[in-house]
C-alpha cells in the first residue's frame, strides 16, 4: 500500500525558509513523479511543482519559481521541498502526490494517485 506522509509545516515570518519532507512507501518510486501541491482556505488545490524520481528533473509553478526547490533522496525514499524567502501569500497546506511518470508535466489533482495528509505553512507578515 502507498504511503505518503508529510512533515515539516510550521508557522514563519516573511522572509524565512522552511523544507517540507513527504516520506514515500509501499512500493519502488522509480517510475513515478512526485509533485507538491498546496491549498489556501477557500481556493483551488494548486501545483506547486514537481520531480522526477528517475534523473531528478524538475518542474515549478512561477509563482514559486527561484524560490522554492525540490529534491529526493533516494536512499530515503523521501522528497523535499525547500521553501526559501516565504510570502504570507505561501501560506496553505502542502501536499505531496504522486503518480507513474508518463512523459509529461501532470498539472491537476485529478492527475495523481497517491496523497499525504498534508501540513500547514503559514507566513506571517
Known amino acids: 500500500q502507498v504511503q505518503l506522509v508529510e512533515s515539516g509545516g510550521g508557522l514563519v515570518q516573511a522572509g524565512d525558509s522552511l523544507r517540507l519532507s513527504c516520506a514515500a512507501s509501499?512500493?519502488?518510486?522509480?517510475?513515478?513523479?512526485m509533485a507538491w501541491f498546496r491549498q489556501a482556505p477557500g481556493k483551488d488545490r494548486e501545483f506547486v511543482g514537481d520531480?522526477?524520481?528517475?534523473?531528478?528533473?524538475?518542474y515549478y509553478a512561477e509563482s514559486v519559481k527561484g524560490r522554492f526547490t525540490i529534491s529526493r533522496d533516494n536512499a530515503k525514499n523521501t522528497v523535499y521541498l525547500q521553501m526559501n524567502s516565504l510570502k504570507p501569500e505561501d501560506t496553505a497546506v502542502y501536499y505531496c502526490?504522486?503518480?507513474?511518470?508518463?512523459?509529461?508535466?501532470?498539472?491537476?489533482?485529478?492527475?495523481?494517485?497517491?496523497w499525504g495528509q498534508g501540513t500547514q505553512v503559514t507566513v506571517s507578515s
Open positions: 509501499g512500493r519502488t518510486f522509480s517510475s513515478y513523479v
Open positions: 502526490a504522486a503518480t507513474y511518470y508518463r512523459g509529461s508535466v501532470f498539472l491537476r489533482p485529478s492527475q495523481y494517485d497517491y
Open positions: 520531480i522526477i524520481w528517475s534523473g531528478g528533473s524538475t
